[in-house]
Nanobody, 124 residues
Framework: QVKLVESGGGLVQPGDSLRLSCVAS????????MGWFRQAPGKEREFVAA????????ATADSMQGRFTVSRDNGLNTIYLQMSSLMPEDTADYYC?????????????????WGPGTRVTVSS
């Protein structure tokens, strides 16, 4: 059973940058795709980004292209979400997810484990 733990959330001002981390344990991390999702208050969970098993393929939601970058370090069993030019609309709980296969996308059914989330608040 894979266990995921996110960190790095917090309160930031509009325009700031923030890097989220997610550490995985319990299975062979490097064999599977990983993803980031977020859920704002009163809204559905939405896809943010995904990174394939070897980091060679990434996908980012259109609305976050150019501001959010996903990456992974298989030696540390960790994925990252680098966020820049943050806006109040980015306020949400951010979740790390473990994929069922080597490459995954925005469909939540492609993931079979989720972290507890880390909260990001963007406010002046």
């Amino acid at each position: 059973q894979v266990k995921l733990v996110e960190s790095g959330g917090g309160l930031v001002q509009p325009g700031d940058s923030l890097r989220l981390s997610c550490v995985a344990s319990g299975r062979n991390f490097s064999r599977y795709s990983m993803g980031w999702f977020r859920q704002a208050p009163g809204k559905e969970r939405e896809f943010v980004a995904a990174v394939a098993w070897n980091g060679g393929i990434t996908a980012t939601a259109d609305s976050m292209q150019g501001r959010f970058t996903v990456s992974r370090d298989n030696g540390l069993n960790t994925i990252y979400l680098q966020m820049s030019s943050l806006m109040p609309e980015d306020t949400a709980d951010y979740y790390c997810a473990a994929g069922r296969t080597t490459v995954t996308g925005p469909n939540t059914d492609d993931y079979n484990a989720w972290g507890p989330g880390t909260r990001v608040t963007v406010s002046s």
